[in-house]
T-cell receptor, first 117, second 111 residues
Framework: DARVTQTPRDKVTEMGQEVTMRCQPI?????VFWYRQTMKQGLELLAY????????DSGMPKDRFSAEMPDATLATLKIQPSEPRDSAVYFC???????????????FGPGTRLTVL | QKEVEQNSGPLSVPEGAIASLNCTYS??????FFWYRQYSGKSPELIMF????GDKEDGRFTAQLNKASQYVSLLIRDSQPSDSATYLC???????????FGSGTRLLVRP
């Protein structure tokens, strides 16, 4: 049963601390997405990777967020320094490329619930 | 105008009834359409996708797509209390990688 995994599932931290969230995409999927979900904004796309290359991170605050994919089995999202407004659930999703070479279906991980005090 | 619009609900239906969830989108070039179910405190779970005009059935679920009218709907037959969740509509253009999500419709199935 292939699934996207994310760690940690819950994180409580204090303002100014560094937060690192990790994601293991489904084996064989070559696209990875990071989303943030809040009640107010819904699901927001933060970053997109294709074959480990970052193709879009326009949804991220550049001064404090960074996303990397050091290998095909690991994607990371880092916030430094964290702020209370970053409190949200962060989802990683992975998916295959379609026959036309664009991402199609996406499968979500369980999410990391981040609380910044 | 939002790119993908859904009524936030809640849509309340009795157990055994048909629940009808609707979604409209603004980009006429959209090619792929997805329905995700999200239980409270859980992640979105893909339940259906549809690419062509018409109906697509999978068990108790039927997705309907009308590109001319720019709407996509999800019918849930024989609704169960376990179907109570938020249903997210997502739309993608043909050459785009982005899924544009609606804000979701909350469905309540009353026993």
């Amino acid at each position: 049963d292939a699934r996207v995994t994310q760690t940690p599932r819950d994180k409580v931290t204090e303002m100014g601390q560094e937060v690192t969230m990790r994601c293991q995409p489904i084996l064989g999927h070559n696209t990875v997405f990071w989303y943030r979900q809040t009640m107010k904004q819904g699901l927001e796309l933060l970053a997109y990777f294709r074959n480990r290359a970052p193709l879009d991170d326009s949804g991220m605050p550049k001064d404090r967020f960074s996303a990397e994919m050091p290998d095909a089995t690991l994607a990371t999202l880092k916030i430094q320094p964290s702020e209370p407004r970053d409190s949200a659930v962060y989802f990683c999703a992975s998916g295959p490329l379609s026959g036309q070479g664009v991402p199609d279906t996406q499968y979500f991980g369980p999410g990391t619930r981040l609380t910044v005090l | 105008q939002k790119e993908v619009e859904q009524n936030s609900g809640p849509l309340s239906v009795p157990e055994g009834a048909i629940a009808s969830l609707n979604c409209t989108y603004s980009d006429r070039g959209s090619q792929s359409f997805f329905w995700y179910r999200q239980y409270s405190g859980k992640s979105p779970e893909l339940i259906m996708f549809i690419y062509s005009n018409g109906d697509k059935e999978d068990g108790r679920f039927t997705a309907q797509l009308n590109k001319a009218s720019q709407y996509v709907s999800l019918l849930i037959r024989d609704s169960q209390p376990s179907d109570s969740a938020t249903y997210l509509c997502a739309v993608k253009g043909s050459s785009s990688y982005k899924l544009i999500f609606g804000s979701g419709t909350r469905l309540l199935v009353r026993p």
